[in-house]
């Protein structure tokens, strides 16, 4: 009863360690999750005008440029997903490589070959364990994304897009990341960036107004070849933050989970100490009961 009463003993201690380094990151992930939600806040107006003016130009310019238009016969869809670093926050990882993996799984069946581009350890760590072909990789950064390895991941990925199939390039590229819709919500998102699709249009004219008109300096060409590259890197950057702050709610979400199970572990754990605890005593009153009785049988025996 001493040794199962010691063991109890420690795996309270134990849990009661791992308690506090749950409940530590918690609180770091929850004061994270508000860091993030303001950067991302910050480049909102920048990529809200971005959008506008790609819009403008697409919409009232007749420019054939290499990023918008769409291929004949694709043969090659590279893959961008994003994932996390570490673990320690959920389903994040798991929920964006499925989705991942189910866009692949329809490229392939529209005939394309998949070219992969993993962004995180847990993404790079999927694709090297089935030994799948990783044709760029990035990490180190999944939960404080700069906008330089924003910049980066899109100077590569135009790269290969203005190579071509035919030189080893690829046709379209996608990408996969996680929205956050709200502290209790993170959904996987699959979007196209590549050739590029110009969701927000320009807001057209009220009935009886005069369309406007817009003069492009030098030309519609040399603006876009400006605007276009800044478009998609200002969208790998959102995509970046809004993975960052999904990962991030997610840690917090289960390292509550995981602090709330071990103040259970802890309670019960508790109990069961104390349950041996008065077994130890009650069997000690009985072992000394049962001596001074033997004690004072044996003394009368003697008198």
């Given at each position: 009863?001493?040794?199962?009463?010691?063991?109890?003993?420690?795996?309270?201690?134990?849990?009661?360690?791992?308690?506090?380094i749950t409940r530590a990151m918690e609180l770091i992930a929850a004061s994270r999750i508000i860091k993030a939600q303001r950067t991302a806040a910050r480049a909102l107006p920048f990529?809200?005008?971005?959008?506008?003016?790609?819009?403008?130009?697409?919409?009232?310019?007749?420019?054939?440029h290499p990023l918008t238009k769409e291929p004949v016969n694709p043969k090659r869809a590279a893959l961008v997903f994003i994932t996390s670093d570490r673990g320690m926050n959920g389903a994040y990882s798991s929920n964006a490589i499925k989705a991942a993996a189910q866009l692949a799984q329809r490229l392939r069946d529209e005939g394309k070959e998949v070219v992969r581009y993993p962004i995180g350890r847990k993404g790079i760590g999927y694709l090297t364990f089935r030994e799948m072909p990783i044709e760029e990789s990035w990490s180190g950064f999944s939960d404080a994304p700069t906008y330089e390895v924003a910049h980066e991941?899109?100077?590569?990925?135009?790269?290969?897009?203005?190579k071509g199939s035919e030189a080893g390039g690829v046709d379209e590229i996608y990408a996969v990341y996680?929205?956050?819709?709200?502290?209790?919500?993170?959904?996987?998102?699959?979007?196209?960036?590549?050739?590029?699709?110009?969701?927000?249009?320009?807001?057209?004219?009220?009935?009886?107004?005069?369309?406007?008109?817009?003069?492009?300096?030098?030309?519609?060409?040399?603006?876009?070849?400006?605007?276009?590259?800044?478009?998609?890197?200002?969208?790998?950057?959102?995509?970046?933050?809004?993975?960052?702050?999904?990962?991030?709610?997610?840690?917090?979400?289960?390292?509550?989970s995981a602090t709330d199970n071990a103040q259970?572990?802890?309670?019960?754990?508790?109990?069961?100490?104390?349950?041996?605890?008065?077994?130890?005593?009650?069997?000690?009153?009985?072992?000394?009961v049962g001596g001074a009785s033997a004690l004072a049988d044996l003394t009368a025996q003697d008198s």
């Amino acid at each position: 009863m001493g040794a199962s009463l010691r063991e109890l003993r420690q795996r309270r201690k134990s849990v009661t360690a791992t308690m506090k380094i749950t409940r530590a990151m918690e609180l770091i992930a929850a004061s994270r999750i508000i860091k993030a939600q303001r950067t991302a806040a910050r480049a909102l107006p920048f990529t809200r005008e971005l959008n506008r003016a790609v819009s403008a130009v697409a919409t009232y310019s007749n420019v054939d440029h290499p990023l918008t238009k769409e291929p004949v016969n694709p043969k090659r869809a590279a893959l961008v997903f994003i994932t996390s670093d570490r673990g320690m926050n959920g389903a994040y990882s798991s929920n964006a490589i499925k989705a991942a993996a189910q866009l692949a799984q329809r490229l392939r069946d529209e005939g394309k070959e998949v070219v992969r581009y993993p962004i995180g350890r847990k993404g790079i760590g999927y694709l090297t364990f089935r030994e799948m072909p990783i044709e760029e990789s990035w990490s180190g950064f999944s939960d404080a994304p700069t906008y330089e390895v924003a910049h980066e991941i899109a100077d590569r990925l135009m790269t290969d897009f203005l190579k071509g199939s035919e030189a080893g390039g690829v046709d379209e590229i996608y990408a996969v990341y996680t929205r956050m819709e709200s502290m209790l919500t993170q959904t996987p998102h699959v979007r196209r960036l590549l050739p590029l699709e110009v969701v927000e249009g320009v807001t057209p004219p009220e009935p009886n107004q005069l369309t406007p008109m817009y003069e492009f300096e030098p030309d519609p060409e040399t603006v876009l070849d400006e605007l276009l590259p800044l478009y998609l890197r200002s969208r790998i950057w959102f995509y970046l933050l809004q993975s960052a702050a999904s990962q991030l709610a997610n840690q917090q979400r289960a390292m509550k989970s995981a602090t709330d199970n071990a103040q259970q572990l802890i309670e019960r754990l508790t109990r069961e100490t104390n349950q041996a605890r008065q077994a130890e005593i009650t069997q000690e009153i009985s072992e000394i009961v049962g001596g001074a009785s033997a004690l004072a049988d044996l003394t009368a025996q003697d008198s």
